[in-house]
């Protein structure tokens, strides 16, 4: 009892502080905690490019600030902590793992606003979470890889074995599949978001592993120049475009454009109406975007892609519909049904056909 | 001409003001450094160095120091014993993990129970963990004579790997929808290493940390086996003949840096971190080596030396995100103050002689 009375002191002691810095300027002061480096060319890179969207959109009444390569545990705390105490209106943490560093911070500081992309957690008012439906991304990528693979072998990099991940592997199975039943997916978990060696390490082993088809769920472009040094393997672009690498290997690419929520939510807070939200957009908010599917591509199965696209971005498909059965064969969903979003917020199951486990 | 002439013993002068001095140079070329980047450098250099200590948010800033000092100093103690008697445990990075793996999974266990034994449970498992950890590579050396350096170090990724596993497995919430890593430490009272007065940063790992330098000091100064420490390092030959058991040596210097490390792993883990997280661990096993190098593998210099290391990392993450300083230039950064530390080491062994010798 004694230990909660000495840490809610430290947090009211802290709090004062913390209004004292929030309303004393006239600039908005918004931050950015970064899990990668800016030039990262895939995750990071484009979160950067929504801070300086923010910065285009408002240009002299934003003030941004950022910080790259903050890792996460107690440092990003530290970090986002400094932020706030330097006057910070708004913090965005943009990895999975500054979840609890995020909410511990938001809890001191009552009236700066925290938003925390892909977690879940929203312990106090002034935390909202967002994340991106990066799954539906992955069924166009899963149409043409089934359609373009002559191998029938197709390598995946996932990242961590968590939701994210997993939706990403079985939307893009699951779309392979229906266009080429002899599919078969590799998967190498690279436990990293950012490691170009081991990127570069874990394509090459499944080229020699007979795929030619390369998809992954990590931020470099370094699978890309594993594909290209291969010849004859292609490949998309993760969380950015990834253009340098057009017209081949890279064929296409989900990007990950988070502008126009960065600026709603800046716009938010200076005209006094934000609010805790989670948000959790795809194709149709423009959140999701599919990069230009390159000439490599046969001109029908680019228009089955762009087909798709367009029926995801209208709202009359969700890559997640059945008949759908688990990896064990039991059955998820039932002919015509779709996927609940709190199945797929915590999805931890394979679908059938996908052979391995998911590693625990 | 300018000559090098060794010195017949070091001199105690320059032992004394090379860290000054490498300090000095740092500051110089770190700042025509940040001065080509286009920021002034007085301004870099005074955030880096006086902001953390002195400035407007110094009373976080210096709480932070003491808990990224914390285990850089406590691992160090450690690593100085060995290092001095020329056994090189190249591994505390694994140690740091395994003893935070133990020391959580006791915690854990007993998760929601609240009792006071709990956190002195965690420590001893947690020291345990880490000794036991490190005798791997220490029965290796001596029963089959294999290398310490090399042992340790894999030992590493080994140590990487199971707490990857612990993450998204055995350890993981349960009420964590899915996602790796396990429960909060901070939500749980009776395992939670909190700050002993708030706000201070001062939690049991500082703690701990005060204590090995006084022991270490002590074990070095006065007690048989730190001479025998320091023999086997300097003249193992007479060491040998003096009567000191080699075997026994090696143990007991990879089994205390092991406990050590072990032990500012579950510090850790329990307190600024908060959970077992697949990113847990950030390098302070590695970092420690140089801690202790810069300390001169003695007690009081491996204190200032932890507290400087400590206040480049917190001075460097301010200069990146006031002036917006790239985290490329601050890993430079540090990275010269090492060199400079190295290169005017030289003045401790030799004298620079000016002018020609006379000719033979």
Known sequence: MKRRTILAGAVAALALTGT??????????????????????????????????????????????????????????????????????IIFTTSFGY???????????????????????????????????????????????????KTNKIGYIASFPIPEVIRGINSAYIHAKRVNPDVEFNIVWAYTWFDPAKEADAATALIEQGADVILQHTDSTAPLAAAEKAGNVIGFGQASDMAEYKPSPRVSSIIDNWAPYYIARV???????WESVDTWDGIAPGMVEIGEITDAVPADIKAEALAMEAAMAAGEYNPFTGPLNKQDGSVWLAEGETADDGTLAGMSFFVEGLTGDIPN | MIALEKRPTPSRFWTGITPFLAVLATMIAGGIMFAILGKDPFAAIR??????????????????????????????IGLSLGFRAGVWNIGAEGQYIIGAICGAAVGLAFYPTESFLIFPAMVIAGGLGGFLWAMIPGILKVKFQTNEILVSLLLVYVAEAILASMALGALKNPDGAGFPGSRNFRSYPSAY??????????????????????????????????????????????????????????????????????????????????????????????????????????????????????????????AQSNLGLPAAAIQAFQGMLLFFLLAVDVLTNYRLRFGNREVA
């Open chain 1, 267 to 273: 716009k938010a807070v200076m005209d006094g109406t």
């Open chain 2, 47 to 76: 955030t880096i160095f006086w902001d953390p200590v002195f400035g407007e948010f110094a009373f976080y800033y210096r709480s932070q120091l003491l808990v990224k000092a914390g285990p850089l100093i406590l691992i160090a």
């Open chain 2, 193 to 318: 290493n909190e700050d002993l007065i708030a706000n201070t940063g001062m939690h049991w790992g500082v703690v701990f940390a005060f204590i090995a330098v006084i022991f270490a000091y002590i074990l070095l100064s006065r007690h048989m086996l730190g001479f025998q420490i320091k023999l086997a390092g300097q003249a193992p030959r007479a060491a040998r003949f003096g009567g000191v058991n080699p075997d026994r040596l090696i143990l007991f210097c990879l089994g205390v840096s092991g406990m050590l490390a072990g032990l500012a792993g579950l510090f850790e883990v329990s307190g600024p971190a908060g959970q077992v997280s697949i990113d847990f661990n950030v390098g302070y096993g590695f970092t420690a080596i140089i801690v202790a190098f810069l300390g001169r593998l003695h007690p009081i210099g491996i204190l200032l030396a932890g507290l400087l290391m400590a206040l480049t990392y917190i001075g460097g993450e301010l």
């Open chain 1, 20 to 89: 004292a810095f929030a309303d004393g300027h006239a600039k908005t002061k918004v931050g950015f905690v970064y899990v990668g480096p800016v030039g990262d060319g895939g995750w990071t890179y484009e979160h950067d490019q929504g801070r300086l969207a923010v910065e285009a959109e408002f240009g002299d009444k934003v003030e941004t600030v950022y910080q790259e390569n903050v890792p996460e545990g107690a440092d990003a705390e530290r970090v986002i902590t400094q932020m706030a105490l330097q006057g910070a209106d």
């Open chain 1, 99 to 149: 979840m609890d560093p995020t909410n511990a911070v938001a809890a001191k500081f009552p009236d700066v606003k925290f938003e925390h992309a892909t977690g879940y957690k929203r312990e106090t008012p002034n935390v909202s979470t967002y994340s991106a439906r990066f799954y539906e991304g992955r069924a166009v990528q899963g149409h043409i890889a089934g359609k373009m693979t």
